[in-house]
């Protein structure tokens, strides 16, 4: 994902909060759904935010298909997502992406 695209998104995109994460959420014109993170130095070293980083995308892949299309979403973690069990993570990024496509 692009600068340019990072900045739209949590610009003019929807923010949707859970305890282990942010996820702020727009529709693009076309194109496939695309992730973006941003693991900030706050989150722990650079092993912690490399495991939250793969967190997030194997949640993103496991539930790709339940995304509208030309969705572009960026994930903030916090530090609770290293202590959270992963059924518990997918529970709540399932909860987030229905809550964001129904008010998108």
């Known amino acids: ?3 340019y695209q990072f900045l739209q998104i ?3 995109g929807l923010s949707i909060r859970a305890k282990p994460f942010w996820i702020q ?3 693009e014109l076309e194109g496939p759904c695309k ?3 941003i693991a900030t ?6 092993a912690a935010r490399n495991r939250a980083k793969r967190l997030i995308r194997e949640l993103f892949r ?3 298909h339940k995304l509208p299309r030309a969705l572009g979403m960026v994930v903030l973690p916090r530090r609770s997502i290293l202590k959270t069990p992963f059924h518990e993570l997918e529970t ?3 909860d ?3 809550k964001a496509s129904n008010r998108l």
Do not use: H, P, V, Y
Request: charged letters at 25%; proline letters at 0%.
């Open 35 to 37: 992730l973006g993170i």
């Open 10 to 12: 949590k610009a003019q």
């Open 92 to 94: 709540l990024f399932i």
């Open 25 to 27: 959420a727009r529709l």
């Open 96 to 98: 987030a992406l229905f």
């Open 1 to 3: 994902m692009k600068t």
């Open 62 to 64: 496991r539930n790709k």
């Open 41 to 46: 130095k706050r989150l722990g070293n650079a």
